[in-house]
């Protein structure tokens, strides 16, 4: 069984830095895209950013030059460093597999638990 596991979230002040960590446990061989996603209070869940195996990313428009996102394959993990973060990023992030190749199957879709962020003003 495989599963992510989102850390890092917290309270901030408007303009401050947190960076996210999502690690991918079970017996795997390899993860495809990774990505973050983020929904706010009475919103539907958006993409935050992506990034392939081959580090290729996709940035929301909302996040550009203040996120960025990485991946250390060997480790299976995912970060996202947030710079200069403004109240209208407050949300719960999500950390996100596209396919996770395993011994015994690929599993498509699969989602963390989840960590709040609030920026303050």
């Known amino acids: 069984q495989v599963q992510l596991v989102e850390s890092g979230g917290g309270l901030v002040q408007a303009g401050g830095s947190l960076r996210l960590s999502c690690a991918a446990s079970?017996?795997?061989?390899?993860?495809?895209?990774m990505a973050w996603y983020r929904q706010a209070p009475g919103k539907q869940r958006e993409l935050v950013a992506a990034i392939t195996g081959g580090g290729s990313t996709n940035y929301a428009d909302s996040v550009k030059e203040r996120f960025t996102i990485s991946r250390v394959n060997a480790e299976n993990t995912v970060y996202l460093q947030m710079n200069s973060l403004k109240p209208e990023d407050t949300a719960v992030y999500y950390c996100?597999?596209?396919?996770?190749?395993?011994?015994?199957?690929?599993?498509?879709?699969?989602w963390g638990q989840g960590t709040q962020v609030t920026v303050s003003t």
């Open positions: 079970g017996s795997i061989f390899s993860i495809d895209v």
């Open positions: 996100n597999a596209d396919r996770i190749y395993t011994p015994n199957r690929v599993v498509r879709h699969t």
